[in-house]
């Protein structure tokens, strides 16, 4: 994120007081917000290309805590193109009691400078009573930057704000002084923080933790020397652990330096079987297919390639105008967080998409179709689309898909914008429990179901990587189209105890037993209940044996290389994750 940080010198009878941007990174409340993507916060967040916009009605506000009183005398309202004509700019010591300190009667947008008989306040207010007319349709009131200035005082030793590893540390705030930060899913590494003092003449000492059992302090002097602040942020490691994903690296063992390498068939299943009469769902006019040209692995990504060409589906002997590719995973989860980082085509006509589907879908030529789980018709296995690009290619919408009480197809779906998808990279993920399903987009969640109230995703799910052509959601192709590439950094899938005995909901506990443990060439397999198939993967998620069973025990002949493996055993009620070590 690009950060602004405004100080101004003023000159005052030969001394210098110091003048900035008060509002940067500081509370905001605001009267609505037009969507989850436009909240109040992007008024004060530094980054000109975010912004809050309001609902689409008069009057609305925002306004800003600064946490402590100032002596401020100036805004500044960068506005978007749905500005106010008339507003009021209003300050107050305690949020409930505001005094106007300027009217304006004749916005006509851009950047608004406001200067006024300086004022001792802790918040500041926007009030907009009218709003201006586009094409003569009202929207609501859009602000990319809200920022008020005024004097820091020189006993002043509280912090501006503070980064972790060069990123905003989001639940700042200057006036709380400890912190437990929680890293993120896989992450062990503790960041090291840089801050921003409110008067820049303050000077700090930055002790940063060098391990988790340590914490991080920043100890703030005023610049007259009168006052000491300390603020202290502790680590914790993140719930999640990982376990299974594809980083697409050229480690040496399957993607290879230097080359155009396939995607790891131990991982991925090219699904290539059109299962809706020759061709594909919701008017695509693409045929999925195998051939390198659509699915590669070079300088550490995956590329996921739509082209132009006739091609005849060697299944079905259809034939559509495109190609492209759809892998399924021949990794199933229930409950955790998967996340893929990426760049979208920004190509018209493309459809990318990241999503699961219920590992029992009977479909036709899908990867656990093919493994005897497909026993269920679709919506009833449970869909979630995690990414689907708008045709427009301005925003990501998000779906859950499922039977409603009728036993008929419903969903529930949201959109947020997303900027520049195919330049910069961008984190599209799910967090899935008994209770919730978040999606998100780098950390911001803007679509949500209430799971503890549906039955249709509490199943182990896939992960399906395609990019269509055309359809519902790619809309008119071009006819000057030739190519797009989706192109992919990593896939990863993290659980909150990845070596636990996980039952399905309102089944019975099943008590599964491994022995040895350690193992050298044989291992014992026993549950309370009928094991119906049973796996063993190494620590990259790769399947190095699998075996149906259909009894409550069995013994396994181990082939493998000294190390640690984890053993999957699966039931019609339960599903038990064992940490194994071969000796």
């Given at each position: 994120?690009?950060?602004?940080?405004?100080?101004?010198?003023?000159?005052?009878?030969?001394?210098?007081?110091?003048?900035?941007?008060?509002?940067?990174?500081?509370?905001?409340?605001?009267?609505?917000?037009?969507?989850?993507?436009?909240?109040?916060?992007?008024a004060v967040d530094g980054d000109m290309n975010t912004r809050w916009s309001s609902e689409w009605s008069d009057p609305q506000w925002i306004y800003v805590d600064l946490e402590q009183p100032y002596a401020i005398d100036r805004v500044v309202i960068?506005?978007?193109?749905?500005?106010a004509i008339q507003y009021q700019v209003q300050v107050s010591t305690n949020a409930i009691q505001w005094t106007s300190v300027a009217t304006i009667t004749n916005g006509n947008g851009g950047t608004d400078t406001i200067n006024f008989t300086s004022?001792?306040?802790?918040?500041?207010?926007?009030?907009?009573?009218?709003?201006?007319?586009?094409?003569?349709?009202?929207?609501?009131?859009?602000?990319?930057?809200?920022?008020?200035?005024?004097?820091?005082?020189?006993?002043?030793?509280?912090?501006?704000?503070?980064?972790?590893?060069?990123?905003?540390?989001?639940?700042?705030?200057?006036?709380?002084?400890?912190?437990?930060?929680?890293?993120?899913?896989?992450?062990?590494?503790?960041?090291?923080?840089?801050?921003?003092?409110?008067?820049?003449?303050?000077?700090?000492?930055?002790?940063?933790?060098?391990?988790?059992?340590?914490?991080?302090?920043?100890?703030?002097?005023?610049?007259?020397?009168?006052?000491?602040?300390?603020?202290?942020?502790?680590?914790?490691?993140?719930?999640?652990?990982?376990?299974?994903?594809?980083?697409?690296?050229?480690?040496?063992?399957?993607?290879?330096?230097?080359?155009?390498?396939?995607?790891?068939?131990?991982?991925?299943?090219?699904?290539?079987?059109?299962?809706?009469?020759?061709?594909?769902?919701?008017?695509?006019?693409?045929?999925?297919?195998?051939?390198?040209?659509?699915?590669?692995?070079?300088?550490?990504?995956?590329?996921?390639?739509?082209?132009?060409?006739?091609?005849?589906?060697?299944?079905?002997?259809?034939?559509?105008?495109?190609?492209?590719?759809?892998?399924?995973?021949?990794?199933?989860?229930?409950?955790?967080?998967?996340?893929?980082?990426?760049?979208?085509?920004?190509?018209?006509?493309?459809?990318?998409?990241?999503?699961?589907?219920?590992?029992?879908?009977?479909?036709?030529?899908?990867?656990?179709?093919?493994?005897?789980?497909?026993?269920?018709?679709?919506?009833?296995?449970?869909?979630?689309?995690?990414?689907?690009?708008?045709?427009?290619?301005?925003?990501?919408?998000?779906?859950?898909?499922?039977?409603?009480?009728?036993?008929?197809?419903?969903?529930?779906?949201?959109?947020?914008?997303?900027?520049?998808?195919?330049?910069?990279?961008?984190?599209?993920?799910?967090?899935?429990?008994?209770?919730?399903?978040?999606?998100?987009?780098?950390?911001?969640?803007?679509?949500?179901?209430?799971?503890?109230?549906?039955?249709?995703?509490?199943?182990?799910?896939?992960?399906?990587?395609?990019?269509?052509?055309?359809?519902?959601?790619?809309?008119?192709?071009?006819?000057?189209?030739?190519?797009?590439?989706?192109?992919?950094?990593?896939?990863?899938?993290?659980?909150?105890?990845?070596?636990?005995?996980?039952?399905?909901?309102?089944?019975?506990?099943?008590?599964?037993?491994?022995?040895?443990?350690?193992?050298?060439?044989?291992?014992?397999?026993?549950?309370?209940?009928?094991?119906?198939?049973?796996?063993?993967?190494?620590?990259?998620?790769?399947?190095?044996?699998?075996?149906?069973?259909?009894?409550?025990?069995?013994?396994?002949?181990?082939?493998?290389?000294?190390?640690?493996?984890?053993?999957?055993?699966?039931?019609?009620?339960?599903?038990?994750?064992?940490?194994?070590?071969?000796?």
């Amino acid at each position: 994120m690009k950060k602004i940080v405004f100080l101004i010198a003023l000159f005052i009878n030969g001394g210098i007081l110091f003048s900035q941007n008060l509002a940067l990174q500081k509370p905001v409340s605001v009267g609505s917000f037009e969507s989850g993507s436009l909240l109040g916060s992007n008024a004060v967040d530094g980054d000109m290309n975010t912004r809050w916009s309001s609902e689409w009605s008069d009057p609305q506000w925002i306004y800003v805590d600064l946490e402590q009183p100032y002596a401020i005398d100036r805004v500044v309202i960068y506005w978007e193109g749905s500005f106010a004509i008339q507003y009021q700019v209003q300050v107050s010591t305690n949020a409930i009691q505001w005094t106007s300190v300027a009217t304006i009667t004749n916005g006509n947008g851009g950047t608004d400078t406001i200067n006024f008989t300086s004022q001792n306040a802790r918040y500041i207010r926007m009030y907009g009573t009218q709003r201006n007319s586009i094409s003569g349709f009202q929207y609501g009131y859009s602000i990319y930057e809200l920022e008020v200035y005024g004097e820091v005082p020189s006993d002043d030793a509280s912090l501006l704000s503070t980064d972790l590893d060069g990123d905003p540390f989001e639940a700042f705030s200057s006036m709380e002084y400890n912190y437990n930060y929680l890293l993120g899913p896989g992450d062990n590494t503790v960041p090291v923080a840089t801050v921003t003092t409110s008067n820049p003449n303050a000077t700090t000492v930055i002790n940063n933790a060098q391990n988790l059992s340590e914490s991080t302090t920043i100890i703030v002097t005023s610049e007259d020397g009168s006052v000491t602040q300390t603020y202290t942020i502790s680590f914790q490691l993140s719930q999640y652990a990982l376990v299974w994903a594809d980083e697409f690296e050229n480690d040496g063992s399957i993607y290879l330096e230097g080359q155009t390498n396939p995607v790891d068939s131990q991982k991925w299943f090219h699904q290539t079987y059109p299962p809706n009469n020759g061709g594909w769902f919701n008017a695509e006019q693409q045929h999925y297919t195998d051939e390198l040209a659509n699915s590669y692995v070079s300088d550490g990504t995956l590329k996921i390639v739509a082209i132009k060409e006739n091609y005849q589906n060697p299944a079905t002997g259809s034939v559509k105008p495109y190609t492209a590719a759809r892998l399924n995973s021949k990794y199933a989860f229930r409950y955790g967080r998967m996340e893929v980082r990426a760049k979208l085509p920004n190509e018209q006509g493309t459809w990318p998409a990241f999503w699961t589907l219920g590992k029992n879908i009977s479909e036709q030529g899908a990867y656990w179709q093919t493994q005897g789980y497909g026993d269920t018709v679709w919506p009833a296995c449970g869909e979630i689309d995690i990414m689907e690009q708008s045709i427009d290619k301005s925003s990501t919408s998000g779906a859950f898909h499922f039977p409603n009480a009728q036993g008929s197809h419903t969903f529930t779906t949201n959109h947020t914008s997303v900027e520049d998808t195919d330049g910069t990279w961008h984190v599209y993920a799910m967090e899935w429990t008994e209770d919730t399903i978040d999606l998100i987009v780098d950390d911001v969640v803007f679509h949500s179901l209430n799971n503890a109230e549906n039955p249709y995703f509490d199943n182990e799910h896939f992960i399906l990587l395609n990019t269509a052509m055309g359809g519902s959601l790619g809309g008119g192709i071009p006819e000057d189209f030739t190519s797009a590439v989706m192109e992919i950094d990593y896939v990863r899938v993290f659980q909150l105890d990845a070596l636990s005995v996980n039952t399905i909901a309102d089944k019975p506990v099943t008590t599964v037993t491994i022995y040895p443990n350690p193992a050298v060439n044989q291992l014992h397999v026993k549950a309370t209940d009928v094991i119906q198939h049973l796996s063993i993967y190494d620590l990259q998620g790769r399947i190095l044996i699998h075996k149906s069973v259909a009894q409550n025990q069995t013994t396994l002949q181990l082939n493998l290389p000294k190390g640690i493996y984890i053993v999957k055993t699966e039931g019609d009620n339960f599903q038990s994750i064992e940490r194994l070590i071969v000796k």
